[in-house]
Protein backbone atom coordinates (compact mmCIF):
# COMPACT_ATOMS: atom_id res chain seq x y z
CA UNK A 1 0.00 0.00 0.00
CA UNK A 2 1.04 3.54 -0.84
CA UNK A 3 2.13 5.99 2.13
CA UNK A 4 -1.34 7.98 3.94
CA UNK A 5 -2.59 10.92 3.08
CA UNK A 6 -5.93 12.16 2.56
CA UNK A 7 -6.53 12.43 -1.28
CA UNK A 8 -8.79 14.41 -2.77
CA UNK A 9 -10.05 11.55 -5.40
CA UNK A 10 -12.43 11.98 -8.07
CA UNK A 11 -15.98 11.92 -6.29
CA UNK A 12 -17.36 13.25 -9.12
CA UNK A 13 -17.71 9.44 -10.35
CA UNK A 14 -20.01 9.08 -7.76
CA UNK A 15 -22.64 11.41 -9.01
CA UNK A 16 -22.69 10.48 -13.10
CA UNK A 17 -25.96 8.84 -12.42
CA UNK A 18 -24.74 5.89 -13.54
CA UNK A 19 -25.73 2.05 -12.34
CA UNK A 20 -22.15 1.71 -11.32
CA UNK A 21 -22.41 4.72 -9.59
CA UNK A 22 -25.79 4.13 -8.07
CA UNK A 23 -24.34 0.86 -6.72
CA UNK A 24 -21.51 2.47 -5.03
CA UNK A 25 -23.87 5.17 -3.50
CA UNK A 26 -26.62 2.27 -1.93
CA UNK A 27 -23.20 0.81 -0.25
CA UNK A 28 -22.10 3.85 1.36
CA UNK A 29 -25.52 4.44 2.43
CA UNK A 30 -25.10 1.64 4.16
CA UNK A 31 -21.51 0.80 5.03
CA UNK A 32 -20.01 4.15 4.40
CA UNK A 33 -19.33 7.54 6.14
CA UNK A 34 -19.35 11.11 5.36
CA UNK A 35 -17.87 13.87 8.18
CA UNK A 36 -19.98 17.03 7.63
CA UNK A 37 -17.85 19.21 9.18
CA UNK A 38 -14.34 18.60 7.64
CA UNK A 39 -15.56 16.80 4.21
CA UNK A 40 -14.15 13.68 4.16
CA UNK A 41 -15.41 10.00 2.78
CA UNK A 42 -14.18 6.86 4.29
CA UNK A 43 -15.43 3.46 3.21
CA UNK A 44 -13.90 0.51 5.88
CA UNK A 45 -14.58 -3.39 4.38
CA UNK A 46 -13.12 -6.56 6.54
CA UNK A 47 -9.38 -7.91 5.31
CA UNK A 48 -11.38 -10.66 3.15
CA UNK A 49 -12.94 -7.50 1.07
CA UNK A 50 -10.01 -5.86 0.28
CA UNK A 51 -10.52 -6.81 -3.17
CA UNK A 52 -13.83 -5.21 -3.34
CA UNK A 53 -12.47 -1.76 -1.61
CA UNK A 54 -9.93 -1.35 -4.10
CA UNK A 55 -12.81 -1.65 -6.71
CA UNK A 56 -14.13 1.68 -5.07
CA UNK A 57 -11.16 3.17 -4.85
CA UNK A 58 -10.70 2.50 -8.79
CA UNK A 59 -13.89 3.97 -9.13
CA UNK A 60 -13.06 7.31 -7.27
CA UNK A 61 -9.27 6.98 -8.80
CA UNK A 62 -8.07 7.11 -5.13
CA UNK A 63 -4.92 5.32 -4.96
CA UNK A 64 -4.12 5.36 -1.35
CA UNK A 65 -5.76 1.91 0.90
CA UNK A 66 -4.72 2.07 4.79
CA UNK A 67 -4.57 -1.03 6.72
CA UNK A 68 -6.13 -1.17 9.65
CA UNK A 69 -6.21 -3.90 12.94
CA UNK A 70 -9.10 -5.54 11.84
CA UNK A 71 -9.87 -4.06 8.13
CA UNK A 72 -8.30 -1.74 5.22
CA UNK A 73 -9.77 1.28 4.44
CA UNK A 74 -10.15 4.29 1.79
CA UNK A 75 -10.71 7.96 2.79
CA UNK A 76 -11.00 11.12 0.39
CA UNK A 77 -12.04 14.33 0.53
CA UNK A 78 -12.93 16.38 -2.04
CA UNK A 79 -15.14 19.64 -0.44
CA UNK A 80 -17.18 20.85 -3.39
CA UNK A 81 -18.00 17.01 -4.75
CA UNK A 82 -18.73 15.53 -1.23
CA UNK A 83 -21.10 19.12 -0.85
CA UNK A 84 -22.66 17.93 -3.88
CA UNK A 85 -23.24 14.44 -3.00
CA UNK A 86 -24.47 15.16 0.67
CA UNK A 87 -27.42 17.83 -0.82
CA UNK A 88 -28.27 15.20 -4.01
CA UNK A 89 -28.87 12.35 -2.13
CA UNK A 90 -29.80 13.82 1.52
CA UNK A 91 -26.58 11.81 2.87
CA UNK A 92 -27.59 12.89 6.55
CA UNK A 93 -24.89 12.83 9.82
CA UNK A 94 -25.45 10.02 12.05
CA UNK A 95 -26.86 8.47 8.94
CA UNK A 96 -28.38 5.04 10.77
CA UNK A 97 -31.23 6.98 12.37
CA UNK A 98 -31.57 9.61 9.87
CA UNK A 99 -32.56 8.53 6.48
CA UNK A 100 -32.45 10.12 3.34
CA UNK A 101 -35.75 11.53 1.67
CA UNK A 102 -37.45 9.38 -0.34
CA UNK A 103 -37.91 12.03 -2.95
CA UNK A 104 -34.18 10.84 -3.69
CA UNK A 105 -35.54 7.59 -4.85
CA UNK A 106 -38.31 9.00 -6.85
CA UNK A 107 -35.53 10.98 -9.09
CA UNK A 108 -34.26 7.39 -9.78
CA UNK A 109 -35.20 5.44 -12.89
CA UNK A 110 -35.60 2.13 -12.13
CA UNK A 111 -32.30 0.79 -13.39
CA UNK A 112 -30.78 3.37 -11.18
CA UNK A 113 -32.77 2.36 -8.43
CA UNK A 114 -32.19 -1.33 -8.78
CA UNK A 115 -28.50 -0.37 -8.95
CA UNK A 116 -28.95 1.49 -5.34
CA UNK A 117 -30.96 -1.08 -3.66
CA UNK A 118 -28.06 -3.83 -4.61
CA UNK A 119 -25.24 -2.13 -3.51
CA UNK A 120 -27.43 -1.20 -0.01
CA UNK A 121 -27.67 -5.30 0.11
CA UNK A 122 -24.44 -6.38 -0.60
CA UNK A 123 -22.92 -3.77 2.11
CA UNK A 124 -25.43 -4.38 4.67
CA UNK A 125 -28.05 -7.09 3.78
CA UNK A 126 -28.35 -10.89 4.82
CA UNK A 127 -28.07 -13.67 2.34
CA UNK A 128 -28.82 -16.76 4.27
CA UNK A 129 -30.81 -20.10 3.80
CA UNK A 130 -34.05 -20.23 6.44
CA UNK A 131 -35.01 -23.31 8.26
CA UNK A 132 -37.00 -24.63 5.01
CA UNK A 133 -33.82 -24.75 3.32
CA UNK A 134 -35.37 -21.49 0.94
CA UNK A 135 -33.42 -18.53 -0.05
CA UNK A 136 -33.90 -15.25 1.97
CA UNK A 137 -32.30 -12.02 1.40
CA UNK A 138 -32.90 -9.58 4.39
CA UNK A 139 -32.16 -6.07 5.11
CA UNK A 140 -32.30 -5.13 8.83
CA UNK A 141 -31.76 -1.53 10.33
CA UNK A 142 -32.56 1.18 12.46
CA UNK A 143 -36.80 1.39 13.19
CA UNK A 144 -36.10 4.97 11.61
CA UNK A 145 -36.00 3.55 8.46
CA UNK A 146 -39.09 1.96 8.09
CA UNK A 147 -40.38 4.11 5.89
CA UNK A 148 -37.74 3.95 3.31
CA UNK A 149 -37.91 -0.25 3.67
CA UNK A 150 -41.92 0.23 2.90
CA UNK A 151 -40.98 2.55 0.01
CA UNK A 152 -37.90 0.06 -0.77
CA UNK A 153 -40.88 -2.83 -1.21
CA UNK A 154 -42.94 -1.08 -3.41
CA UNK A 155 -40.60 0.44 -6.23
CA UNK A 156 -39.01 -3.62 -6.19
CA UNK A 157 -42.46 -4.60 -6.91
CA UNK A 158 -43.34 -1.82 -9.14
CA UNK A 159 -39.82 -2.05 -10.88
CA UNK A 160 -40.50 -5.49 -11.77
CA UNK A 161 -44.03 -5.27 -12.94
CA UNK A 162 -45.28 -7.34 -10.61
CA UNK A 163 -49.52 -7.34 -9.61
CA UNK A 164 -48.96 -9.37 -5.99
CA UNK A 165 -47.86 -7.02 -3.02
CA UNK A 166 -48.32 -9.83 -1.26
CA UNK A 167 -45.23 -11.30 -2.96
CA UNK A 168 -43.40 -9.02 -0.35
CA UNK A 169 -44.50 -8.73 3.47
CA UNK A 170 -44.37 -4.78 4.68
CA UNK A 171 -41.55 -4.61 6.26
CA UNK A 172 -41.89 -4.30 10.44
CA UNK A 173 -40.35 -3.27 13.49
CA UNK A 174 -38.77 -5.94 15.41
CA UNK A 175 -38.56 -6.04 19.41
CA UNK A 176 -34.89 -4.54 19.49
CA UNK A 177 -36.72 -1.47 17.58
CA UNK A 178 -34.68 -2.27 14.00
CA UNK A 179 -37.11 -2.51 10.84
CA UNK A 180 -36.95 -5.79 8.59
CA UNK A 181 -37.21 -5.79 5.23
CA UNK A 182 -37.23 -9.52 4.22
CA UNK A 183 -38.06 -11.27 0.80
CA UNK A 184 -38.42 -14.77 1.00
CA UNK A 185 -40.68 -15.64 -2.51
CA UNK A 186 -38.52 -17.39 -5.34
CA UNK A 187 -40.38 -15.68 -7.59
CA UNK A 188 -39.18 -12.48 -6.89
CA UNK A 189 -35.65 -13.39 -6.05
CA UNK A 190 -35.57 -15.09 -9.47
CA UNK A 191 -37.24 -11.51 -10.99
CA UNK A 192 -34.47 -9.72 -9.10
CA UNK A 193 -31.59 -12.17 -10.45
CA UNK A 194 -32.86 -12.43 -14.25
CA UNK A 195 -33.28 -8.21 -14.06
CA UNK A 196 -29.62 -7.89 -12.71
CA UNK A 197 -28.29 -10.93 -15.35
CA UNK A 198 -28.87 -8.63 -17.94
CA UNK A 199 -26.92 -6.33 -17.60
CA UNK A 200 -23.23 -6.75 -18.38
CA UNK A 201 -21.95 -7.51 -14.41
CA UNK A 202 -18.20 -7.79 -13.03
CA UNK A 203 -18.29 -11.39 -12.07
CA UNK A 204 -15.59 -11.19 -9.53
CA UNK A 205 -17.22 -11.14 -5.95
CA UNK A 206 -16.12 -11.26 -2.58
CA UNK A 207 -15.84 -14.16 -0.58
CA UNK A 208 -18.51 -16.34 0.86
CA UNK A 209 -19.09 -15.40 4.27
CA UNK A 210 -20.63 -18.78 5.39
CA UNK A 211 -21.88 -21.76 4.21
CA UNK A 212 -25.26 -20.60 3.73
CA UNK A 213 -24.45 -18.17 1.03
CA UNK A 214 -22.92 -21.34 -0.53
CA UNK A 215 -26.05 -22.90 -0.39
CA UNK A 216 -27.84 -19.61 -1.60
CA UNK A 217 -25.93 -19.81 -4.59
CA UNK A 218 -26.62 -23.02 -6.07
CA UNK A 219 -30.26 -21.80 -5.77
CA UNK A 220 -30.44 -17.91 -7.03
CA UNK A 221 -27.09 -17.25 -8.67
CA UNK A 222 -24.96 -15.07 -5.99
CA UNK A 223 -25.05 -11.54 -6.39
CA UNK A 224 -22.77 -10.46 -3.10
CA UNK A 225 -20.64 -7.84 -3.97
CA UNK A 226 -21.96 -7.05 -8.06
CA UNK A 227 -21.11 -4.36 -9.64
CA UNK A 228 -23.97 -3.61 -12.27
CA UNK A 229 -22.34 -2.14 -15.67
CA UNK A 230 -24.12 0.25 -18.02
CA UNK A 231 -23.42 -1.60 -21.16
CA UNK A 232 -27.11 -3.45 -21.68
Known sequence: MSSWHTPKSNISNLLLGTNEALYWIGFLFADGYINHEDLRLRLALQKSD??????????????????????????????????????????????????????????MNDSQFLSFFVGFVDA???????????PVMEIGIDGMWLSI?????????????????????????RSDRCSRLRITNSQILRYLHFYLIKLRKNTEYGNYKNRSERQFKERIEKYKYLIISDEM
Open 149 to 173: LEYFRVRILSALNITDDLLIRMPKI
Open 50 to 107: LGHLQKFATFIENSNIRERKKCFEVLARDKEQLTRLINQFDFKPHKTKNPPDINIFEK
Open 124 to 134: DGSIRINKFEN
